[in-house]
């Protein structure tokens, strides 16, 4: 069965230093999507980045990247220059893609990290 | 943008009552979605549906229900709520066409049941 895992339930980091949040996932498919998602203290959740499984580079998305490990099945989200906004909760998630017997969307997420930016 | 809005933003609510949870999205996707976070365990998928009275259930569909009469509205149920459903609950739409992008997730109600 898919499963997401995320270890760290907590983190801190200093204003301007760059920080890694882990993610690992389980799959037997060999086409998916990871995502990471953003949840600040307002409950919002904002899509940060996504790397499809036959994607041969890492996504980045402005200060946001993701270091895809396939043989290791890890998707780490790197924040690079942390602001105080960034404090908030991150999610990992990821998709099945089942092009011959439907895709549906849908996301198993991981128990989330929470990120504490300090000044 | 797709809006995804959810009816209620806080929800208190007592044992045993029937409580409906409203989802309604304007961007016409094919694919809605309800989930439950509680801390520890991330978000949980309840229901899902991909068309128009066409529904699956998730992980931990027991205690739940749902109805999609219309394609723009996806509306959960507690049939009789207990104290176990107190939880934040986030509604997510995705177009099939689109599911490179992830989901579009409404702002979440936070229900209390007492």
């Known amino acids: 069965a898919q499963k997401i895992t995320q270890t760290q339930p907590g983190m801190f980091v200093q204003e301007k230093e760059a920080v890694t949040l882990d993610c690992t996932y389980d799959t037997s498919d060999p086409s998916y999507g990871l995502f990471w998602y953003k949840q600040p203290s307002s409950g919002e959740m904002i899509f940060l980045i996504y790397?499809?499984?036959?994607?041969?580079q890492n996504a980045t998305e402005g200060r946001y990247s993701l270091n895809f490990q396939k043989a290791r099945k890890s998707a780490n989200l790197v924040i690079s220059a942390s602001q105080l906004g960034d404090s908030a909760m991150y999610f990992c998630?990821?998709?099945?893609?089942?092009?011959?017997?439907?895709?549906?969307?849908?996301?198993?997420f991981g128990q989330g990290t929470t990120l504490q930016v300090k000044p | 943008d797709v809006k995804v809005t959810q009816s209620s933003r806080y929800l208190v609510k007592r044992t045993g009552e029937k409580v409906f949870l409203e989802c309604v999205q304007d961007?016409?996707?094919?694919?809605m979605f309800w989930y439950r976070q509680d801390p520890g365990l991330g978000l949980r998928l309840i229901y899902f549906?991909?068309?128009?009275?066409?529904?699956e259930k998730g992980d931990i569909p027991e205690g739940y229900s749902v109805s999609r009469e219309k394609k723009e509205r996806f509306s959960l149920i507690l049939e009789s709520a207990s104290t176990n459903q107190t939880s934040m609950y986030l509604c997510a739409t995705v177009r099939v066409g689109g599911l490179h992008y992830g989901y579009t997730f409404g702002s979440g109600t936070r229900l209390t049941v007492v």
């Open positions: 790397q499809g499984s036959y994607d041969q």
């Open positions: 961007m016409d996707h094919e694919n």
């Open positions: 549906s991909y068309d128009v009275k066409m529904k």
């Open positions: 998630a990821m998709r099945e893609d089942r092009p011959y017997s439907g895709n549906t969307g849908k996301l198993i």
